[in-house]
């Protein structure tokens, strides 16, 4: 049986002092579209507006971090779901 190739263990991301400005205006834009997320109209953690967001979350931290990161792995995972919590 050939031997299993192993995936290749996460990097640390280091980010220059210019990344981490312009990372800053990217995960503020994030914030506020947390913050203006209308929870009023929202069903259960999986309506499209969060599913939406969550993605973009995602996104903002692949452009940042890279998806090979530890970085990337660790904040994908706490933007996996914005809310487990179910709605009464």
Same mark, same amino acid.
Request: charged share 30%; net charge positive; no cysteine.
């Given at each position: 049986m /050939?031997?299993?190739? &192993? &995936? /290749?263990?996460?990097?640390?991301? =280091?980010?220059? =002092? #210019?990344?981490?400005? %312009? %990372?800053?205006?990217r995960?503020? %834009?994030?914030?506020k579209?947390?913050?203006?997320? #209308?929870v &009023?109209?929202?069903?259960?953690? #999986?309506d499209?507006?969060?599913? #939406?967001l969550?993605?973009?979350?995602? +996104?903002?931290?692949? +452009?940042?971090?890279?998806?090979? &990161?530890?970085?990337?792995?660790?904040?994908?995972?706490?933007?996996? +779901?914005?809310?487990?919590?179910?709605?009464?």
């Amino acid at each position: 049986m /050939p031997p299993r190739k &192993s &995936s /290749p263990q996460p990097t640390e991301r =280091v980010l220059t =002092v #210019d990344e981490q400005h %312009a %990372a800053i205006g990217r995960l503020e %834009a994030r914030i506020k579209e947390l913050r203006q997320l #209308d929870v &009023s109209n929202l069903q259960t953690g #999986d309506d499209p507006p969060v599913r #939406d967001l969550e993605q973009r979350i995602k +996104s903002t931290h692949a +452009s940042i971090y890279g998806e090979s &990161s530890r970085q990337y792995g660790r904040l994908n995972n706490a933007a996996a +779901s914005l809310d487990k919590t179910p709605m009464s």
